[in-house]
């Protein structure tokens, strides 16, 4: 996959968008691909967001064309089905071990013991939530292989068929826009048609889920859940184009960012990542893989969050304090 010049990662664009800003800050005239498969049913309902962004777009439709290949590929899509419900019960059993082991650093952060013993513990908490992440991921990609592997993407016509207008319809644009909504469906519909094989060098575009694909670990996370657990749990692996960073979109209704044991804990956990929470208005811009700009708010291993962090290193970095023994 070539790595494209430009990708800016936006903060939820809500009532007031600001990527029209962006994409002429950058200076892309359109056609630009737009990607909406995480609004699911929705996805065509774009008028709105192609009038915000200022140039031309092209929808890409990526949801209806996996509904139309699932329900035209008997055999492919009973196999995919099983595909996705295997992954839905290990991330269920993950979510378990996860929970063991919370409640159990819970436990003992509130003993009445020498400090340095309760930082120590800590440290053995953090490690096995990362070894446990590690191993799922693992795991997932795994079950994603053998897929790929029994499941080639001309082993469906109909698939083969839709993954080449996507390539048809791309080459005419001039840079890749992708939106936010449900992170699985958005995650595995561009995978499924191969959307970012097909980039190049244009530039994209991505906020919230969008910009959560882009990097190299998915990360789910609600402190305050209507239901449920409120354990962040790693969903899956991304794209990797923006690799290092763990992206958090909408932190204003998600994350308590006054709690700074929790905020450590995390940042601890997610390292030697670079956790960033994105808010409406904020973003990152990188050029040829390296972050030239940022104004977002960043979660540091010493439990602050740093809000307008520009990008730049800070006292609080300590991104190899944690090994993951596996």
Known sequence: ????????????????????????????????????????????????????LGVPAVNLTLHARGNDVFASAGEFAAAYTARQQRLRYMQGFYRTRLDGIEDAARTISLRYVDPDLLEQEERVSVDQFRNVD???????????????KAWPADSAPVLAKHRREVRELMATTDALVIAGGHVATLLNRLQLFGVLDNVGTKPIIAWAAGAMVLTDRIVLFHDYPPYGSDIAQVMDTGFGLVPGYVVLPDPRRRINLEAKAGIQRFARRMAPATCVAMDHGERMVFEAGELRSAYATRLTTAGAAEREWSGEPSRFSTPHMFKVHV
Do not use: N
């Open 1 to 52: 996959m070539t790595a494209p010049r430009t990708i800016a990662l936006l903060g939820p664009q809500g009532a007031t968008p600001d990527v029209g800003a962006v994409i002429a800050e950058l200076g892309i005239k359109g056609p630009v691909a737009l990607v909406r498969a995480g609004y699911q049913e929705r996805e065509s309902e774009d008028a709105d967001l192609v009038k915000a």
């Open 134 to 148: 590690h191993q799922h991921v693992e795991r997932c990609q795994a079950v994603k292989a053998a897929f790929d």
